[in-house]
């Protein structure tokens, strides 16, 4: 029984540092004050959008639509399609959009970490200020490219814009999606960004050329947004949320579609935990707030998984009763305030309120599903073949403007 009270304070603690990382950048914030305005640089960035894509011609055209729509100067950017082991009309799409396509063939090397590693390698990439990832199930907003030239000289820099749900009310499941979304971007990763803690990596990153010549594009395992967020942050680089950049990209509207996604992204990001905690507890570049932040961030897979988890550990402590039982299960309810906050924050800021609120109904069906999903990637930890996520049509969006 001791060792079952150790293992619950363990995950109690693990579980509390996200909450620990907040309250830092609460007084963090208090501390700094406000910081400068950013100030644009004369002349707009040069931007390089990639797109990679493992057959996508359901979708990709949408996507190249969206970007060769931006109010930017077009002397000012290039849109590059990687056609990654492509078996459809990728390519063909890509070409009558009159964008440049790179073919991948390496059918035993396949994933976009991979793609991308391999375009970087061709591409004139110093010849841009920054390179920004783009899926090819996403559209941007006309404004993206201004919103992150906004923020100043970017050879240097890493920016993650506000990455929302193209299909949010699409059903129950998009609907939750959605609002689990814009509590991150919405409102954690801002915290975070006036704190001057590095937001998370995902859809849409913009990564300075002056930053991708001293690093290299590192990252080649099944999460390569938490993987690069855990190489820059060893590193000391600074990674920003920009969250008037607006992206959106498609969520899986049913559970067997979300499956192969959620369970990359769940053992991507653990394997990614495993490797890195030593090097970022090590790493002379950062202080400690920063290390906790990206710590947490790391530790946690999201609300569902962190329910799904503190649900099973209560009633272990309540039903075997181990020493300190009543602490031990105190502290893992406490560590629910914080995402029920955000969650709650969010569903009053949707547009539908009431919609988006029942939709939450599905939730016990779905943590019931999280956490078999969550189980079943321990089995993939490492570096597993990559898993295409399923596609559908989604129905029109609401214009991101």
Not at 36 to 64: I, S, T
Not at 95 to 120: H, Y
Request: hydrophobic share 50%.
């Amino acid at each position: 029984m001791i060792l079952l009270s150790i293992a619950l304070g363990l995950l109690a603690t693990v579980l509390l540092l996200p909450t620990v990382s907040d309250l830092t950048a609460v007084l963090r914030i208090l501390v700094r004050g406000r910081t400068p305005a950013p100030v644009a640089p004369a002349d707009p960035p040069r931007f390089l959008f990639l797109v990679p894509a493992h057959d996508e011609e359901l979708l990709l055209a949408r996507c190249l639509e969206s970007l060769k729509g931006l109010r930017y100067p077009s002397a000012r950017f290039d849109i590059v399609v990687i056609a990654d082991n492509c078996s459809d009309r990728t390519a063909d799409i890509a070409r009558a959009a009159g964008v440049r396509c790179l073919e991948r063939t390496a059918p035993n090397a396949p994933g976009k970490p991979r793609a991308i590693s391999w375009a970087v390698s061709l591409l004139p990439v110093r010849d841009y200020d920054g390179l920004v990832i783009v899926d090819a199930d996403t559209e941007v907003a006309r404004d993206f490219a201004l919103q992150l030239a906004a923020r100043g000289p970017l050879a240097h820099r890493v920016l993650q814009p506000h990455s929302g749900i193209l299909n949010p009310s699409e059903n129950a499941l998009t609907r939750m999606g959605a609002v689990l979304a814009a509590a991150d971007y919405d409102f954690a990763y801002v915290l975070k960004t006036r704190a001057g803690l590095n937001v998370p990596l995902s859809v849409g990153m913009c990564l300075g050329s002056g930053v991708l010549a001293a690093t290299g594009w590192t990252a080649h395992s099944l999460s390569e947004d938490w993987e690069l967020y855990a190489v820059l942050t060893e590193r000391g680089v600074r990674i920003e949320g920009v969250p008037a950049a607006k992206i959106r990209s498609l969520e899986a509207s049913t559970l067997r579609e979300a499956a192969s996604q959620r369970r990359r992204w769940t053992a991507g990001k653990l394997t990614v935990l495993v490797r890195h905690a030593g090097p970022l507890l090590r790493s002379r570049s950062i202080g400690l707030a920063q290390k906790v932040d990206s710590l947490a961030a790391l530790s946690v897979t999201g609300p569902v998984a962190h329910l799904c988890a503190v649900a099973v550990a209560v009633t272990a402590a309540l039903l075997l009763r181990p020493p300190g039982s009543p602490l031990l299960a105190t502290a893992l309810l406490l560590t629910l305030v914080r995402p029920a906050v955000y969650t709650l924050v969010a569903l009053c800021a949707d547009p539908e309120p009431v919609r988006a609120a029942l939709a939450f109904a599905y939730l016990p069906l779905y943590a019931i599903w999280r956490a078999g999903i969550t189980a079943s990637a321990l089995a993939m930890l490492g570096d597993k073949p990559w898993v295409r996520t399923q596609r559908h049509v989604p129905p029109p969006p609401r214009p991101l403007g």
